[in-house]
């Protein structure tokens, strides 16, 4: 089963970038799709961006589309979350994802059975 750590977050002022890292464990880690979500306190936990198990297939929410990029490299069972431009609507506790999918990938939360612990990521005005 999938194990997954976040790492990366911190403050960063408006207009800069961060590089969020999710590492994951497990003999089926390279077979699932990986997603990106995001939660602040009283909100649901929204959908950032996903990308399928190949790599081949991506998806972004419209608020970060042109901003963040998604990538995943399966020999390091490693997926990023690059953020360029950040503003401070960014700020949010960030949550690494994993979901067994043979193809494509999902913006649902209920479609993820793997989560990590979260990352905070704080951007200033």
Do not use: H
Not at 35 to 50: H, I, L, Y
């Amino acid at each position: 089963q999938a194990q997954l750590v976040e790492s990366g977050g911190g403050l960063v002022q408006t207009g800069g970038s961060l590089r969020l890292s999710c590492t994951g464990s497990g003999r089926a880690f390279r077979n699932y799709a990986m997603g990106w979500f995001r939660q602040t306190p009283g909100k649901e936990r929204d959908f950032v961006a996903s990308i399928s198990w190949t790599g081949a297939i991506t998806d972004y929410a419209d608020s970060v589309k042109g901003r963040f990029s998604i990538s995943r490299d399966n020999a390091e069972n490693t997926v990023y979350l690059q953020m360029n431009s950040l503003k401070p609507d960014d700020t949010a506790v960030y949550y690494c994802a994993a979901a067994f999918l043979d193809r494509g990938t999902s913006k649902n939360p209920d479609a993820y059975g793997y989560w990590g612990r979260g990352t905070q990521v704080t951007v200033s005005s």
